[in-house]
């Protein structure tokens, strides 16, 4: 018996949870349909890559996820979308909340024209998760951190975050996205202005914040789609096709149109 419970333990733990789930999702700008019946489960703790040809609309759908498609005017969305099973689009839902619990960082670093320390500090400090400075450094240094960026820059906080290489604004803005102590962090093309080392040190800070995170990446590049995820989804012309293991998705595809694109004949 108490062997039993104990396997039923070691499954729960093993089993990971879904953290967002998607359901016959359409978006339209205006006339024009970019997702057509997206259903996809994304588990916590798992880092899931976006990745088709240009214009599939692995951006828009990852838009969905945190709300930032409400700020284009044209775009409507149909369908429904869960975190920890409840309706992100369901009235009562603020989207500023949203976005604190379901983080972005994007292509380009944007950094505030603030301070490296206010880049980071500014989230805690708007939701009201610090109260006083040695609270608020305390968050600040956790998350420069946890970004793999504290080294570099702890001598230098009141410095403006726009003067840091690319490599050093894109952890910021990852800092910037994990100080809020999100779930979820989506993320579009995060290494596509970097160069190869500062894209290995995102990967790899990637990976670590799995640990914590639930992440969702948009890649254009399938070896970053191969080392940095656990699953992956591939989108055509706005469907979602293949969803699955990443080593299964690219060893064995099991629609045609994958095969293709992973073997480079389309995109
Ligand atoms: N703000 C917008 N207004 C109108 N159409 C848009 C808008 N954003 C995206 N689209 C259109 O929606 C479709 C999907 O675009 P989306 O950016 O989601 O694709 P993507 O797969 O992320 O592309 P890429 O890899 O090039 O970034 C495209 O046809 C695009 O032109």
Redesign the pocket.
Known sequence: MEDLHLARRALDTDAQEIKVQARNVQVW??T?Q?IRDVDIDILDRTVTSFI?P????????LRCINRMNDT?A??RIEGRITLDGEDIYDRRVDPVQLRARIGMVFQKPNPFPKSIYDNVAYGPRIHGLVRNRAETDAIVEQALRGAALWDEVKDRLGESGTGLSGGQQQRLCIARAVATQPEVLLMD?PCSALDPIATGQVEELIDRLRETFSVVI?T?SMQQAARVSQKTAF?HL?NLVEYGDTDEIFTKPRDPRTESYISGKIG
């Open positions: 700008y205006g024009k970019a088709g240009s214009g599939c609309g692995k951006s828009t759908f284009v044209s775009a093309e948009v254009h989108f706005g």
